[in-house]
């Protein structure tokens, strides 16, 4: 089945540095989607990446979505403490014609992100 | 106010015992999702259901039931068979491509 792998599982930064997350699937990719979940919350939705190649901002995150659509990264300028949580990304898996839409997401094991001030 | 719960916040259970966790939604959303968090795994997802009274396994359904009785909710039920049953458990319901999460239950066994 289809397997999503993300690096790395921990990361330390000091506040004010670059922090990257990267997610790779077994599988070509219908679309990635990106989540944080804060300690002690649950997951909530950030992005979605669609297209090849798609890049995306919002504020200090970039996210990109490799040309073959089965990589995608999260990249953090100047991290602060608010970033801190575990950042989780979701591959749906390309269907097969006459597959049917169950929205099946399957999430990589995440990064969990600490940031010292 | 709309969203998604879960109750109860924290449930314990004792060995044999099987016990059922609530997921509640007043989003109007077709398609709910139960997940299982444990350290360092990620989510992996044991039940899905696409429509009321219509549900199917996901990657790791054994030892866990569910039912779909009514739109609004989902609940899953953890009995006796699920060996390793301490987990934090995730409900979600789905609105297009993006999944919209409870608060989660977490579950410890006695």
């Known amino acids: 089945g289809q397997q999503v792998m993300q690096i790395p599982q921990y990361q330390h930064v000091q506040e004010g540095e670059d922090f990257t997350t990267y997610c790779n699937s077994s599988t070509t990719l219908s679309n990635i989607q990106w989540y944080k979940q804060r300690p002690g919350g649950h997951p909530v939705f950030l992005i979605q990446?669609?297209?090849?190649?798609e890049v995306k901002k919002q504020k200090r995150l970039t996210f990109q979505f490799g040309e073959a659509k089965k990589n995608s990264s999260l990249h953090i300028t100047a991290t602060q403490t608010t970033d801190v949580g575990t950042y989780f990304c979701a591959g749906k898996e390309v269907e097969n014609a006459g597959g049917t839409s169950y929205g099946k997401l399957t999430f990589g094991q995440g990064t969990i992100l600490t940031v010292h001030p | 106010d709309g969203g998604i719960t879960q109750s109860p916040k924290y449930l314990f259970r004792k060995e044999g015992q099987n016990v059922t966790l609530s997921c509640e939604q007043n989003l109007n959303h077709d398609a709910m999702y139960w997940y299982r968090q444990d350290p360092g795994q990620g989510l992996r997802l044991i039940y899905y259901?696409?429509?009321?009274?219509?549900?199917q396994k996901g990657d790791i359904a054994e030892g866990y039931s569910v039912s779909r009785e009514k739109k609004e909710s989902f609940p899953l039920t953890v009995t006796s068979a699920q060996k390793n049953p301490t987990a934090f458990y995730l409900c979600a319901s789905r609105e297009g491509e993006t999944q919209y999460f409870g608060p989660g239950t977490r579950l410890l066994v006695l």
């Open positions: 259901s696409q429509i009321v009274n219509d549900f």
């Open positions: 990446l669609v297209k090849s190649g």
